[in-house]
């Protein structure tokens, strides 16, 4: 008798727990660190040359 009353227990906190709000993660310095990543990947891969083609012709 005390197992399904310890179930059921465990079920409302973790659905409670499960339904709460989600957190902001606007994390500015993050963010930031992304968008530079992003532009140095574009800076490398934009004047790069696909495999096996050559640049200069």
């Known amino acids: 008798?005390?197992?399904?009353?310890v179930a059921a227990v465990a079920?409302?906190?973790w659905a409670g727990w499960a339904q709460?709000?989600?957190?902001?993660?606007g994390?500015?310095?993050?963010l930031a660190e992304h968008?530079?990543?992003?532009a140095?990947?574009?800076r490398t891969t934009a004047g790069a040359?696909?495999?096996g083609?050559?640049?200069?012709?």
């Not at 709460?20 to 993660?25: C, G, H, N, S, V």
């Not at 083609?53 to 012709?57: A, L, P, Q």
């Open 20 to 25: 709460r709000a989600p957190r902001a993660t």
């Open 27 to 30: 994390d500015p310095a993050s």
């Open 11 to 13: 079920a409302a906190l």
């Open 53 to 57: 083609e050559r640049s200069g012709r």
């Open 49 to 51: 040359a696909a495999p």
């Open 40 to 42: 140095a990947m574009e």
């Open 1 to 5: 008798m005390i197992i399904p009353v």
């Open 35 to 38: 968008r530079r990543f992003m």
